[in-house]
């Protein structure tokens, strides 16, 4: 599966953005998904994951009640609207695939990554 990350850009704290993924392959409805981040300096970050029926969805503490995270399989799409931005959200945003649809926040689990979409939130 190929994945395609959009929708970052600059925006001020305390504003909003949707990111996307797109993603190729009829499995794509069978894999679990998730978002990762990484600021410069500093190590992948997991954000939010979502398995391939939405019975289970995770959150890191830090983007709990500000992000969520949505799956549409019907057209392999993977969102995750963020809203109440802070500086500390400024970073490089991956989407990722598991085949296994473990759900989990581990980057080792994910075998395919997108190429990243940059978000910049100004204070």
């Known amino acids: 599966v190929q994945l395609q990350a959009s929708g970052g850009g600059l925006v001020q704290a305390g504003g909003s953005l949707r990111l996307s993924c797109a993603a190729s392959?009829?499995?794509?409805?069978?894999?679990?998904m998730a978002w990762f981040r990484q600021a410069p300096g500093q190590e992948r970050e997991f954000v939010a994951a979502?398995?391939?029926?939405?019975?289970?969805?995770l959150y890191a503490d830090s983007v709990k009640g500000r992000f969520t995270m949505s799956r549409d399989n019907a057209e392999n799409m993977v969102y995750l609207q963020m809203n109440s931005l802070k500086p500390e959200d400024t970073a490089l945003y991956y989407c990722?695939?598991?085949?296994?649809?473990?759900?989990?926040?581990?980057?080792?689990?994910?075998?395919?990554w997108g190429q990243g979409t940059l978000v910049t939130v100004s204070s």
């Open positions: 392959g009829r499995t794509f409805s069978t894999y679990g």
């Open positions: 979502y398995r391939r029926n939405g019975n289970r969805k």
């Open positions: 990722a695939a598991d085949p296994k649809d473990g759900g989990t926040q581990y980057p080792y689990d994910y075998d395919y």
